[in-house]
């Protein structure tokens, strides 16, 4: 009896944050390998898959480190220029690209190349002398030594972050160690211009494009102008018609991460999510269809939680129905009518606190965790008397999401994922008119390398919140207290 995955995330933000990604992994590990003994290779195989993808589809509020969509607006602002038509976004920065890419952003370079600015640098190449120049005599960049740049070392998230910070006007004094630069990345989250997504992986050119994106709307210091695309604008560095385009889908955006924003202090909630996906196993000559549909309802109070999951799910002509129940010391399991039942705290690290299921299927919809800079389009219109937000995500978002979610697992064996590609994800958001959210539609799709074998998937999800507060009753089963220990219905199960 094992699990697929053993995960424990390192920090809870808040109750509808405490379980990305794990009720369904353990949910339907429990069926598996507990209640099915693994007997049925093929269909757990499926299953298995199901795990996998599903366990994408928590990771909603990590989604961030999009590099195409903050580079193209950058690009589309006259603030950012690629390499031979190409920004490169997947590679490793230089110093020396780093700050000819700062100087390009503040609308410097034709003042840079015009000029003839002083440095004391002994190794740059001719190329980057007018932008080092420049960015050395107005105070964005020093060197390694009084007399050496660098030029060729990769630039890192500190370096940039400070680069973009001084260039913001903001000094040591700011600062609330010894140095801006020691300080660089807590100031620079202070400030706006960088979150822990942006710092989970290795500094690329991509990073470099979304921090500038988030600079564009941080309040450069001396108070003068709101945001540092005011004063481009002030500059005649960016046109007011551009700026305007940038600052309304910020609003939108801003709008659209508001929606469903109670749930996060809502403890009684009640939703629904019915997915559809199909998998094509290549290898194998295997298309498959899978249907889930989760009914599921979870209430706090002063005698602890309790929740129910009603889960049907339709795979190679099999239908599988589980119910999972939460009450007083024990969880409760049904599957297709074998029934068994374990101590909260038990001897397979099965906790509570490990169950919040419908606080993970909350987090898919809370939308505050989204970032600007991982959208490519966002459109607000109207259906049946509700607000509906329609974003677009790219597929840089999800896989970034995808690999941050992983490393903050600290699963051991979390290599049996292999690699997985998203390609994109489409999400609505349907809120009422007092802006809370209804219901939500995620569509996604992509590839998983796993095992040698290659899966293509596409998902889509409908998501609806059915009821919240004290609107939320659980009805439990009249015959819990005849459902057997898991030990004993394992034991059984392997006679058979």
């Known amino acids: ?46 299953t298995l898959v199901l795990v996998l993808i599903l366990a994408c589809a928590m990771i909603s509020s990590t989604l961030a480190a999009s590099y195409t969509a903050p580079a193209e607006q950058l690009s589309d602002l006259g603030l950012l220029r690629g390499v031979d038509g190409d920004f490169q976004l997947g590679r490793n920065p230089t110093r020396a690209e780093a700050v000819t890419m700062l100087v ?78 020691s300080e660089a990345i807590d100031f620079g989250k202070k400030v ?3 979150d822990d997504l942006l710092l989970s992986d290795e500094f690329l050119r991509g990073h470099m494009a979304a921090v500038s994106f988030l600079a564009l709307f941080a309040e450069p210091a001396g108070a003068e102008y709101e945001t540092l695309l005011g004063k481009l604008v002030a500059d005649g560095v960016v046109s007011e018609d551009a700026a305007e385009l940038i600052l309304a889908k910020l609003n939108m955006f801003n709008e659209f991460t508001l929606v469903g924003s109670e749930l996060s ?136 999401a995808v690999s941050q979610s992983m490393g903050m697992m600290g699963a051991s064996d979390i290599g049996i994922v292999g690699e997985m590609t998203i390609g994109g994800m489409t999400i609505k958001a349907y809120a009422n008119e007092d802006g809370e959210l209804v219901k939500a539609t995620l569509v996604y799709d992509g590839v998983i390398s796993l095992m040698g074998a290659e899966m293509l998937f596409s998902i889509a999800m409908d998501i609806e919140i059915t009821a919240k507060g004290d609107d939320v009753v659980i009805e439990f089963p009249d015959d819990l207290d005849e459902y057997a220990e898991i030990e004993e219905a394992v034991a059984a199960e392997t006679a058979n």
């Open 265 to 400: 202090s809502i403890l009684n909630i009640a939703m629904t999510i019915d997915m559809n996906m199909d998998i094509t196993i290549a290898a194998m000559g295997v298309t498959e269809s899978i249907s889930v549909f989760m009914d599921m309802k979870m209430t706090v109070d002063e005698d602890g939680i309790k929740y129910a999951i009603l889960t049907q799910q339709s795979a190679m002509g099999e239908d599988v129905t589980s119910e999972m129940y939460a009450v007083g010391d024990y969880i409760y399991i049904n599957n297709n009518g074998d029934k068994s039942k374990m101590p909260v705290e038990n001897s397979l690290g099965v906790s509570l606190s490990d169950l919040f299921t419908i606080s993970s299927a909350a987090e898919m919809v809370n939308l505050s965790g989204y970032k600007i800079y991982s959208v490519n389009s966002i459109e607000k219109s109207e259906e049946d008397g509700l607000a509906v937000y329609s974003v677009e995500l790219s597929g840089d978002a999800m896989n970034a």
């Open 1 to 46: 009896m094992t699990y697929l995955w053993s995960i424990k995330p390192k920090s809870y933000g808040g109750l509808h944050s405490l379980l990305s990604h794990h009720f369904v992994t353990r949910q339907l590990d429990i069926k598996i390998n507990i209640i099915s003994g693994g007997k049925t290779m093929k269909k757990s195989f499926i």
């Open 192 to 194: 706006g211009v960088v």
């Open 104 to 181: 390009r952003f503040l609308g410097l370079e034709e003042e840079a190349l015009a000029g003839d600015f002083e440095h004391p640098f002994t190794d740059l190449p001719d190329w980057a002398i007018p932008y080092i120049s420049i960015a050395y005599e107005l105070g964005y960049t020093t060197g390694v030594t009084d007399t050496l740049f660098d030029p060729t070392a990769d630039c890192s998230a500190q370096m940039f972050v400070t680069f973009i910070l001084r260039a913001l006007g903001y000094s040591d004094d700011d600062a609330a160690g010894a140095s801006l630069w």
